[in-house]
């Protein structure tokens, strides 16, 4: 698994786009994941701007025990979730697949009851993208 961006964590997959993102899917929902939200990008860019785009899709996870923990400690933490996890296609026909790194995105947040929650989803979808 490569890094990515400090603020994800990515890796090309030999998957098509659709397996890919079948597979992501599966491996959230062993990490105690559910996908709330599916928003086609390249979808939704050509109905409301008329431009094409790659295939693109944001997959807003969710692991119901761990938010709850975490909207216990900040209510104001729904600003971050879903933690989303993006399925794309890149410019050299590979699909890449990526989730973010929370611990990046509570950085900004000064609340260290956080922290150990911000690291277990870390260690989760840190799994979730070395099993795709």
């Known amino acids: 698994m490569k890094t990515g961006p400090e603020y994800g964590y990515s ?5 098509s786009y659709e397996a890919a993102i079948a597979k992501v899917t599966e491996e959230l929902k062993k990490e105690g994941f559910g996908v ?11 109905k409301k701007l008329g431009v094409d ?10 692991n119901p025990t761990l938010a709850y923990q975490a909207l216990s400690q900040e209510t104001g933490l729904g600003l971050f979730l879903p933690c989303n996890v993006i399925v794309y296609e890149s410019e050299q026909g590979k699909t890449v ?6 611990i990046v995105a509570l950085s900004r947040i000064d609340n260290p009851r956080l922290e150990p929650i911000a ?3 870390s260690i989760r979808l840190q799994r979730v993208i070395a099993a795709v």
């Open 11 to 15: 890796k090309n997959v030999d998957y």
């Open 36 to 46: 709330l939200t599916e928003i086609d990008v390249k979808e939704t860019l050509k």
């Open 53 to 62: 785009f790659k295939k693109y899709k944001i997959l807003g996870a969710c």
């Open 97 to 102: 697949v990526t989730a973010i790194n929370p």
């Open 119 to 121: 690291k277990e989803v």
